[in-house]
């Protein structure tokens, strides 16, 4: 019974807000004469015919598949990158500036440049714009958690004699996840930019690219479908972020409550 | 010394709060920018204050030419040509009062119209050559490419500045009358700077492109298969300027004075084609060289009514609207 209290509760939360801003947006819209902000009616009813299965296939789809790509390289390269940095002073000590360097140059910047070296039409230079960008707010942080790792603990794990797969698993990875974590949610939402960045340069499928297209061809209420449905898919990922990390920083969690309670 | 640091702490926060004031301002006047621009007629003297929208291309060389030989100050003109990316970021430009007149190509009009924008033509803008192998727009291809003609590009990746534009609806034509299916070819979107090095590296198979560009590629090794303007029509109305309907009824005098102006520089560039190269100088960064090799477009001030009925069946075939728009409230 309280349970059903709480989701309810909660699920009220939520919603409250978004419910308001619809409301909003449909009132203050609803008698718009102007083409460039039609009423959000007109969006609404042009939002099943625009994200149609065959869109949905053809364009969603595929740009999802990029940010996915993109974004797991990044993590990958990111935390093993930031463990080796952050592990060794000396390594550090010699990376950090250029890391500073190149974290500095917004990626959109890059787009022409990455097409010269991976091609201007196809998936690849998307892709490896996606991860340029996700790279380094992942390994930033990840050099930031290993680095504040409790030397204690290390020194416990070196004395045990763990073997160097399990403290490299057990004590550096899972020491510095709150921070890789951090990052990782900061990149999560640079790569949607970039999902979208990256198609506005030569392509002609893909979320962003759509969204162009519609707003080339003054089809206004196809266009904000299409924001709408970059925002939604935000929500989304941001959900099954939290979700994931949820989970895996379940004991972060318990040790926070156990600290807070001691 | 305490004291000190206040007052530069002090000062400091009321240069931001000032910096703060100003960007607020700068931004407000630019959203509203529609209602200064337009402002000016009648105020003292007679010279009333228009804002043009143009792409920095060969095409609208009159319009620099003529404000440059005093067409539109004779007319009572101040006009100030501001560059936009296309004739797509144009269209809105003039439609929320932006500007009060733009520069865009026949199809994207056509489309405007479709969606139900209120546009009117008040000029041609710029028209094909006419002649086959001389025109200023062409599709290229590397020198030893397998593509001969047009139907060969059936199947290709092709470069264009702008997915369904004008140039894809040519090109689709070029290839259609030369019996190849267009709707096998995949179009994909480039600027004109990035076409050359992308059909070079071998990423297109091909590119439409206009002059300069069209003189840059040829002039690298490349190869004009196939000149998409003529074959769609020799007499083609390739772009025009327009002003918004609203525009048009409530300052009728200021279109009517743009359209002779225009006209008249129309009429001048196409008799002084040696004065377009020279000024082409002044708003591209065009070489001598490749300012004396451009093949030059034709201007006319007589709209091609046929080429522009055309151009919307073609829109029709190639499914970028089902229905024809009304040709006649578009048209002046």
Redo the contacts between chains.
């Keep these: 019974m309280t349970t059903v209290a709480t989701w309810g509760r909660q699920l009220f939360w939520l919603l409250a807000l978004p419910l308001v801003l619809l409301t909003l947006w449909w009132v203050a819209s609803a008698d718009s004469t102007s083409?460039?902000w039609p009423p959000l009616s007109t969006i609404l009813e042009a939002f099943p015919q625009t994200w149609d299965a065959d869109r949905i296939v053809n364009d969603a789809l595929p740009s999802l598949a990029r940010l996915g790509i993109g974004y797991a390289l990044a993590l990958v390269a990111g935390v093993a990158g930031g463990i080796l940095v952050g592990l060794s002073r000396t390594v550090r000590a010699l990376c950090e500036p250029s890391m500073e360097f190149f974290r500095a140059i917004p990626p959109p910047v890059l787009v022409?440049v990455i097409?010269?070296f991976a091609?201007?039409?196809?998936s690849t230079s998307k892709i490896v714009t996606i991860a340029l960008g996700c790279l380094w707010p992942i390994l930033l942080n990840t050099v930031e958690g290993v680095r504040g790792l409790d030397e204690v603990q290390l020194d416990t794990a070196r004395v045990y004699r763990f073997r160097s797969r399990t403290r490299l698993l057990q004590v550096v990875l899972r020491g510095a996840s709150p921070q890789i974590a951090a990052g990782a949610r900061q990149a999560l939402s640079i790569g949607v930019i970039l999902m979208v960045i990256s198609e506005l340069?030569?392509?002609?499928r893909g979320l962003g690219?759509s969204i162009v297209?519609f707003?080339?061809?003054?089809?206004?209420p196809e266009m904000w479908t299409g924001i709408i449905l970059l925002g939604l898919i935000g929500v989304a990922l941001a959900g099954l972020f939290r979700l994931v990390e949820h989970r895996a920083l379940a004991w972060y969690r318990g040790v926070r409550r156990a600290d807070r309670g001691a | 010394m305490h004291r000190l640091f206040t007052r530069v702490a002090r000062r400091r926060g009321r240069t931001i709060a000032a910096l703060t004031l100003a960007l607020t301002l700068s931004a407000t006047a630019t959203a509203c920018g529609g209602d200064d621009a337009s402002a000016g007629d009648g105020s003292g003297d007679d010279t009333t204050a228009v804002t043009v929208g143009v792409i920095p291309i060969l095409d609208v060389a009159p319009i620099y030419l003529g404000v440059e030989q005093g067409f539109f100050a004779d007319e009572g003109l101040d006009v100030t040509l501001e560059t936009a990316q296309g004739g797509?970021a144009i269209?809105?430009g003039v439609?929320?009062g932006q500007f009060q007149f733009g520069f865009s190509n026949t199809i994207?009009l056509l489309?405007?119209t479709s969606?139900?924008?209120p546009l009117t033509v008040v000029a041609d803008g710029v028209s094909s050559t006419g002649e086959e192998g001389n025109d200023f727009g062409a599709v290229i291809v590397p020198a030893d490419s397998d593509i001969k003609t047009a139907a060969d590009l059936e199947g290709k990746?092709v470069?264009v500045n702008?997915?369904?534009?004008i140039n894809t609806t040519t090109t689709n034509e070029a290839v259609r009358k030369d019996g190849g299916d267009p709707s096998t070819i995949?179009?994909?979107?480039?600027a004109f700077p990035?076409i050359i090095?992308?059909i070079q590296?071998g990423?297109?198979d091909a590119g439409q492109v206009v002059e300069p560009f069209l003189t840059i590629g040829t002039s690298s090794g490349m190869r004009a298969v196939t000149d998409n303007f003529v074959q769609t029509d020799p007499d083609l109305t390739v772009a025009m300027y327009f002003t918004s309907e609203q525009f048009a009824q409530e300052d009728p005098e200021v279109v009517e004075a743009f359209t002779s102006a225009m006209n008249e520089s129309l009429d001048y560039a196409q008799e002084n084609p040696d004065a377009v190269r020279e000024v082409l100088g002044t708003y591209t960064e065009l070489d001598a060289d490749l300012q004396e090799q451009v093949i030059l477009p034709r201007w006319t001030s007589e709209i091609d009514v046929d080429s522009v009925e055309l151009l919307s069946e073609l829109a029709v075939t190639d499914g970028?609207y089902s229905e024809q728009p009304d040709i006649d409230t578009l048209l002046p």
């Design positions: 083409i460039f022409p097409a010269l091609g201007y039409t196809g340069f030569g392509a002609n690219a297209q707003q080339r061809a003054f089809a206004v | 797509a269209v809105p439609v929320s994207s489309l405007a969606e139900g924008l990746k470069a702008t997915l369904n534009n995949e179009y994909v979107e480039l990035d090095p992308a590296k990423d297109v970028l």
